[in-house]
């Protein structure tokens, strides 16, 4: 493991309480088996973040997610990339990171980025990029960072609503609001089920996040991670389960949008 | 200013010769007592808010609020199994609270600022972390007996600050977010077994990785819970942060705009104390140079906005 050289780092290694076996051989306390309950709310916030184009901050029952939006900025010069297409549109560029405290599991975070985060970064990027107009900032460069304060299932999905709505209020031009919502199935488990915020029923052995975009009724994204491999049809079941929640999402993110309008503009619809 | 906008709105012109011009927009305000910051509206908001208990990855977790600079502080809580010799050689030389067993990071990611890059902590970041560590470890607030469990074992603190959005004052408002989140941790009651092993070989490292052994300890399996009092019943660590302007005009808590302006000094004053203790000047740290007088006055001024930290949002 690389050696972080720059902080504070204990003197000696520890056990994370949480990780703490209980006293007396007691086995662990039986989880609630909380049923599947009611469709939990987003909880939406722009403008958090003073020093940036724009930012938005999603809560999703206890996952908390924060994102900023820097620039149009200057491109980073590539010797690899073919200079005609990296001037003719603008890079978007995808940081992601949990916080050190944002895990429910037991251990800390490390400050470091890890294989987890990169790939959330690497399907942030890829889900937002076709939907907004890049062509409209030529030889520019878009940066969106992405914080994770807590991650209580879900997390990917929320990072994906916050990213569109930093996004959004960054006022740069996109084809559609871009929404995500993640099924998972637990391990011994047959069906699929909706994973919400608050831990009920993250962790499990498949998990299918898919990113949609409910006008142009398009899939910006869908990432599968299972243990083992799943059959199409599965997949395409997960999909279904997810089309439903992405456009209720999208339509409360939209009217987010459109209640932080001044109230003479509101006439103006948000395709 | 409007709900969700997080700076007053300002005139066309006015907007124009701040952007041409922001020193001489700034001093022209200043001569007419006007002030710009998110602090400046009242009284209450050069105090801050803090959110205790809202992040609940953590043992302990508060979100502090100061004008638009916001902090996010999350305290996780392992245990470790130290040998006397290796206590005595692992504390000798290092900071004072990495050996009272508070692991303190400062963190200022992208996502707060333009102004800080993905990568490695930045100079600003890594002094941030030394002055909260410097101001914690000299304040004789924290009591590092309540972090002792059993006669061989102690409970290690990773205190984790991260900025949200960074605009001035960040020492302020990253010191109320860390009292607030010690004041507010909450851990699973732990108990040694009467026959908990002990490895009393010398022949090994004198610190030893205990990441993939049994500490012997565990966790109580009723369920039950416990507040460490790390920091002292009723006390906090506080920093109030000045401008000092032409050795005249002071002011308290600025933004950044405020803390960039020419010519001014930077005054960070670091209080300790409350409940039994009594609130005293830690240190004091400038940038720049300033009178005497107004450094007495900054010191007099951070003591008053210490009590009210203590009376509002840090208040038990």
Known sequence: ?271 | SKPGMSQPMLTDDAADWNLAVPAEFAKALLANRLRLAATAASPSSRVGHVTPGCLGGAAGSAISVLGNTKFACGVSASVVELSAAGTAAAAAGCHPLLAAGVVLNADLPPVCSRAFRPGPPSDTAQALTVQVSDALAQSGCLDAAQLTVGPRHRLQLHVDAVCLSADGSLPDACLLAVSAALANLCLPRLVVPADAGHDDSNSGPSVRSTAAADVGVRRCPSGEKFRPAVLRPGSAVICTSFVAIDNDQLLSVPDGREEALPGAAIVRVFTAGGGDLPVCVVSVQMVGEAASELVGRCCREAVERHAACLAGPLAR
């Open chain 1, 1 to 271: 493991m690389p050696l972080d050289r720059y902080r504070n780092t204990a003197l000696v290694d520890g056990i994370d309480v949480r990780a703490l076996p209980l006293a007396g051989d007691s086995p662990a306390p039986a989880s609630q088996g909380k049923q599947q309950q009611q469709q939990q709310q987003h909880w939406f916030q722009r403008r958090l973040v003073q020093d940036t184009v724009g930012s938005g901050y999603v809560e999703f029952g206890d996952t908390k997610v924060l994102c900023s939006v820097h620039g149009p900025m200057e491109p980073k010069r590539s010797v690899l990339t073919d200079a005609g297409a990296e001037q003719s549109r603008a890079q978007l560029q995808v940081y992601y990171k949990l916080a050190p405290f944002a895990s429910h599991q037991a251990g800390r975070v490390s400050y470091l980025p890890d294989e987890t985060e990169r790939r959330a970064a690497s399907f942030l990027q890829d889900t937002l990029a076709p939907s907004l107009r890049l062509d409209r900032l030529p030889k520019s460069r878009i940066e969106l960072h992405c914080l994770v304060l807590e991650d209580a299932g879900c997390c990917l999905a929320t990072a994906v609503n916050c990213a569109c709505l930093a996004l959004v209020d960054a006022g740069l031009e996109m084809y559609d609001l871009v929404t995500a919502a993640t099924v998972c199935r637990p391990v011994g488990a047959t069906d699929w089920q909706l994973e919400v915020g608050d831990g009920s029923n993250s962790g499990g052995s498949s998990s299918v996040t898919l990113a949609y975009m409910r006008s142009l009724r398009q899939v910006a994204g869908m990432l599968v991670e299972a243990a083992e491999p799943l059959q199409p049809r599965e997949v395409s079941a997960a999909c279904r389960i997810c089309e439903d929640p992405c456009k209720m999402t999208h339509s409360s993110l939209r009217q987010f949008l459109l209640d932080c309008l001044p109230a003479d503009d509101r006439t103006a619809k948000i395709a």
